[in-house]
């Protein structure tokens, strides 16, 4: 870990990272996962009568967490790419770094609406999630291709 911290970062490291940020769903699915295998294996239930009840319907805390730090780390490198480039903040690595802060902005609220169930932290989820899809896409365009 702390190699991640002084490790210059380079096209290698940044790309693993963000592969792991692909991955971001299959994390926060995780804890489901483990709940859904291991309740069926412990109650010698076949698959088909687990239900979401069974697995803690809103309480994937520890999914959310699994999914936060891939984009935290893939943050850190952004900010630490900005700050060595010579105009720190007219660099593209400071819209790579709101890109991934509008992300990790989603997955919190999306976390936080399934914990409240409170309209207004769905429609701010919605709103987010859809400026980060277009932020994504807009990045991929001009910068990956």
């Given at each position: 870990m702390l190699f991640f911290w002084t490790a210059q970062v380079d096209f290698l490291l940044g790309w693993g990272t963000d592969q792991?940020?692909?991955?971001?769903?299959?994390?926060?699915?995780?804890?489901?996962?483990?709940?859904?295998?291991s309740y069926t294996i412990a109650h010698g239930e076949s698959p088909d009568q687990v239900?979401?009840?069974?697995?803690?319907?809103n309480s994937y805390t520890i999914g959310?967490?699994?999914?936060?730090?891939?984009?935290i780390f893939r943050m850190i490198q952004c900010f630490r790419v900005m700050l060595r480039a010579p105009?720190?903040?007219?660099?593209?690595?400071?819209?790579?770094?709101?890109?991934?802060?509008?992300?990790?902005?989603?997955?919190?609220?999306?976390?936080i609406y399934g914990h409240s169930g409170e309209k207004i932290y769905w429609i701010i989820w919605?709103?987010?999630?859809?400026?980060?899809?277009?932020?994504?896409?807009?990045?991929?365009?001009?910068?990956?291709?």
């Open positions: 792991l940020v692909s991955f971001v769903t299959a994390f926060r699915d995780f804890e489901y996962t483990i709940c859904f295998y239900n979401k009840k069974d697995c803690g319907e959310f967490v699994a999914a936060s730090f891939p984009i105009h720190w903040l007219l660099n593209w690595q400071t819209v790579n770094f709101i890109k991934y802060g509008v992300s990790l902005l989603v997955a919190m609220f999306s976390f919605i709103i987010l999630a859809c400026s980060s899809s277009l932020f994504s896409y807009s990045w991929d365009l001009k910068m990956d291709w």
